[in-house]
C-alpha cells in the first residue's frame, strides 16, 4: 500500500531512456545530470534504464506482468557510467554529492569494480558514504555486491564465492547480493568473505528481473537467462544490479511508511531487522530478502 511518494532516489547508472512512456512526466531535466564528458543523460546503454524500473516504476501491468517498486517516487537520473558501461570515479564522486545535494534521501549504484580477497575499502567513497548516512536526516547509498562468483562456462558458484565489489565494501554501504525466484543465491553474486567491511548486508531479487529498457534493445546488454522475448522497452535481466534498485526503491517505501523524518541509519536498520531471513547463509545474503512495508 505503499508507493514511495514525494521520497527523491537517484539512480546513478548509465542514464535513463527519457522518452520511455512508462516515465512520461516524472522526469524533468532539473533533477537529471549527466557527469559523463561528452555523453547526455539519455541512455543508449539499457542498464541505467532497467534499475531506474526497477527501483521506481510502474504499477501498470504490461502482458499480465508488472514491475518496480516506489513507482510514485522522485526520480532523480545520474548518468556516472558512460553508454559503454564505464565510469570513473570522479564521475562517480561528484554524481553521489549531487543528489545528496538534491536531498536525495537513497541512492541506488549498480555499479562496481572487482576487489581482491583481502583488499581494503576505499576510505574516499566510505568517507563520503559515512557522511551521508550520519547526516540529518541522512542519505543511504545503496550498492551491488558484484557479479564475479559464477564459475566460467558454468552455471555454478565458485566456492568460497569472489569478495563483495568495490564501492560496495564500504562498511557505511548497503552491499545487496541477488537471489533467484526460489530464494537461491544468485551463482554470480558476490559473497562478504573480506574482514573490516567487505559483508553483504540484505538481498533482494536479481535473477530475470522484468523491467523497462530502451527501445531498440541496446546490445551492450546482454540478458542472463531464458531472454524471453517481452515486448520492446521491457526486458528481463540478471545481476546484483537488479537487486540494488529493488532495495533502493523498497528503501523509499518504508520513508513513506514511517515518515520522512527517519533518519538514513534508522532506514538502515527498518531494511534489514525487516528482512525475510533465508536458508541461505549470511555471507552470501546478509540480514535476508529484503520486505516492503505492509
Known sequence: RFSGRGIRVAVLD???DLDHPDFAGRIVPAQTRSFVTGEAVDD?????????????????LVGGVRYGCAFRGDIFVGKVLSNAGS??????????NWAITNQ?????????????PGEPFSTIYENVARRALLSNPGTLIVAAAGNDSRVPGTNTRLEPPRP?????????????????????????????????????????????????????????????????????????ISGTSMAT???????????EARGTGTNAQALWQLL???????????????????QAPT
Open 87 to 96: 565510469g570513473a570515479d570522479s564521475g562517480i564522486l561528484a554524481g553521489i
Open 14 to 16: 548509465t542514464g535513463m
Open 164 to 236: 563483495v565489489s568495490r564501492p560496495a565494501n564500504c562498511p557505511s554501504m548497503m552491499a545487496v547480493a541477488a537471489v533467484d525466484s526460489n530464494l537461491g543465491i544468485g551463482v554470480f553474486s558476490n559473497g562478504g568473505i573480506n574482514a573490516d567491511g567487505g559483508g553483504v548486508d540484505i538481498a533482494g531479487p536479481g535473477v530475470e528481473v522484468f523491467s523497462s529498457v530502451p527501445d531498440p534493445f541496446p546490445p551492450n546488454v546482454q540478458p542472463i537467462g531464458s531472454g524471453r522475448p517481452w515486448p520492446a522497452r521491457y526486458h528481463t
Open 104 to 116: 536525495c534521501r537513497v541512492i541506488s549504484m549498480s555499479l562496481g569494480a572487482r576487489v581482491q
Open 44 to 60: 543508449l546503454n539499457g542498464h541505467g534504464t532497467h534499475c531506474v524500473g526497477t527501483a521506481l516504476g510502474f504499477q501498470r
Open 272 to 290: 534489514t531487522g525487516n528482512a525475510r531471513r533465508l536458508t541461505l547463509p549470511s555471507r552470501d545474503v546478509g540480514a535476508g530478502l529484503v
Open 245 to 255: 534498485p529493488h532495495v533502493a526503491g523498497i528503501a523509499a517505501m518504508w520513508l
